[in-house]
């Protein structure tokens, strides 16, 4: 006897199994082994790395490009191209896109821009995250300007979404011309290095207009954007690496700005005591010493996770934990450049903090700062407008705020890290700070110059008046008589002060004045 043909149901069943197996394979064996020989993954192996293990639930498996033009009427493209549904990610749903470089490129049609549309909006519906894996050669060719649109429904929707949902895009393959612009509009952008790139123009374009020679990778690579434009936040080693790191940050991040934080279990204690810090602040005032250790020491478990690690290092981004709570960090880096601010740095820190604002993460602050960076090059690079942005920024965020001053904060700089009147919730001070207008030497040379210079020694004379400025402001001292910081403390003790201070403000609430929205300087 031999096997019979299913029929009915059963054969529908059948049929469906092997359409749906069909389309599992996407661009095909071939495919995939190329993608795999130029060090990337496919589309379901970064799926299958993101969520937690079984939790992955395609949606519109079987869309179909629905164009006739330049040959597509005869070609047939796996789920068009991207693989979108949702799962978990730490126990807690995401949603996601994935574009598939082994079918057609991942180029974009109109369809397979739907599928992404689609799977946004029930991300915006549900208040859950979104994530984008990016893999694609850029808007189908063939398909002309719907291609196009399907980008403005992107954009559109990556917009609305903004300070509702976190929204992330990996970037682990090719991204020109304008879709750039989705990366570029969500909170948190991801490269691999050697096998991402994004630019508007490529290099050839680049030679041919204006000459000028470069590299894919120098132009638009991972480092690049990590290190140059500040485009990308995380440069990843490869793609396992980026998932993971994709993984660490959704873990600090509430689902919606209407959803709580979350909360890990804290093994850390709230009054642990910080000895390291007590001897950090190196003796001569001229040198430089590593903040980040400042914030690690604070941390729970010590642990930070950094985004822009590799620009603008004079300030430093940062999330950490507090008793298992996310906390952003915004903390000057004398290490490098003395912690001064430039305009990288406010728009560093600028970003930074609404994005933590929009999520309802606290604000932590440490500042040491000598001022905004003089010059031609940063003036005509707009510090003023820049610079205002950090004041905007600072102003405008309602979450508690706190701000511990470890040494120099010296004027508009001072301000600029969310000082008292700046609506910080509470200053604390180590006795190592010095708040003033400026620094002595300075301050002593303008206010003081005819006396000076008509001194008999003026050298003896001017080291005189440099000390009585510093005995006056070198210290935290002016500032606490004049309640501009609220409290003087060791800097031992600052984790253990900010933890109660965080438990205190837990619940804050500020409510501003009811209009459209702000026009932050941009
Ligand atoms: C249609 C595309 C495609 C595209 C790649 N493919 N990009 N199909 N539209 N944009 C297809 C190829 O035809 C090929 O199909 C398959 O994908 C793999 O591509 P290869 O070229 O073989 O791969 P590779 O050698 O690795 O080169 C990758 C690449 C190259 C550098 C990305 O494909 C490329 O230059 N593509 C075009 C890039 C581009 O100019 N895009 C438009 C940008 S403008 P088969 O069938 O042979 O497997 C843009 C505007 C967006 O995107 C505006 C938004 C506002």
């Not at 560093?348 to 606290?362: G, L, M, T």
């Not at 040491?368 to 600072?394: C, F, N, S």
Request: hydrophobic share 40%; proline share 5%.
């Amino acid at each position: 006897m031999g096997t019979e043909e299913p029929k009915g149901t059963a054969a529908k069943i059948r049929e469906f199994e092997e359409a749906k197996e069909a389309l599992m394979k996407m661009g095909g064996e071939k495919m995939i082994e190329k993608q795999h020989e130029l060090g990337k993954l496919t589309a379901r192996e970064r799926l299958d790395r993101l969520y937690d293990l079984g939790t992955f639930q395609e949606i519109q498996l079987f869309v179909k490009h629905r164009s006739t033009l330049f040959g597509l009427d005869k070609k047939e493209i796996n789920a068009d191209g991207v693989i979108v549904g949702f799962g978990k990610v730490n126990g807690r749903t995401v949603f996601a896109a994935a574009q598939d470089f082994t079918s057609s490129g991942g180029s974009l049609g109109e369809m397979h821009a739907k599928k992404i549309w689609k799977v946004m909006d029930m991300a915006l519906d549900a208040r859950k995250p979104f994530v984008s894996l990016n893999d694609s050669g850029g808007a189908r060719i063939q398909e002309g300007v719907p291609s196009l649109d399907g980008y403005g429904g992107i954009f559109y929707r990556n917009t609305i979404g903004s300070g509702y949902i976190p929204q992330i895009t990996a970037i682990m393959g090719p991204t020109a011309g304008g879709a750039v612009y989705s990366p570029a509009l969500t909170d948190w952008v991801f490269m691999v290095k050697n096998t991402s790139y994004m630019y508007i123009t490529g290099p050839d374009v680049i030679k041919a207009v204006i000459g000028e020679e470069v590299t894919h990778d120098e132009l638009g690579g991972a480092v690049s954007h990590a290190s140059r434009s500040g485009v990308c936040h995380f440069a990843t080693e490869n793609d396992e690496d980026c998932i993971a790191k994709v993984r660490d940050l959704l873990s600090y991040l509430p689902d919606s700005c209407h959803g709580p934080l979350p909360l890990i279990e804290c093994e850390d204690s709230p009054d642990r005591e910080c000895p390291e810090l007590d001897e950090i602040i190196p003796d001569k005032a001229a040198r430089g010493y590593d903040m980040k250790k400042v914030v690690m020491s604070v941390a729970d478990n010590n642990v930070i996770f950094e985004p822009h690690e590799m620009w603008a290092k004079n300030v430093i981004v940062a999330f950490i934990r507090i008793m298992g709570k996310p906390v952003g960090v915004i903390a000057n880096n004398p290490r490098f450049g003395a912690g001064v601010l430039d305009v990288d740095a406010s728009d560093k820190a600028s970003r930074f903090i609404r994005f933590c604002d929009a999520f309802n993460i606290p604000l932590l602050t440490f500042s040491d700062v000598p001022g905004y960076m003089p010059g031609t090059k940063q003036e005509w690079a707009g510090i003023i407008r820049h610079g205002a942005k950090l004041l905007h920024a600072y102003s405008e965020a309602t979450v508690p705020k706190i701000t511990v001053v470890t040494r120099k904060d010296y004027g508009g700089a001072y301000i600029g890290m969310c000082s008292k009147n700046l609506g910080a919730d509470y200053v604390m001070a180590w006795p190592s700070a010095e708040i003033a207008v400026m620094g002595a030497e300075g301050a002593c040379n303008i206010i003081y110059r005819r006396e000076i210079s008509s001194a008999e020694d003026p050298a003896a004379r001017r080291a005189e008046l440099v000390a009585s400025y510093e005995k006056q402001f070198n210290n935290p001292y002016f500032a606490a008589g004049m309640g501009i910081i609220e409290e003087i403390i060791l800097p031992r003790d600052t984790r253990k002060r900010v933890a109660a201070l965080l438990e205190a403000l837990k619940d804050k609430t500020e409510v501003r004045l009811k209009k459209k929205h702000n026009n932050i300087p941009l």
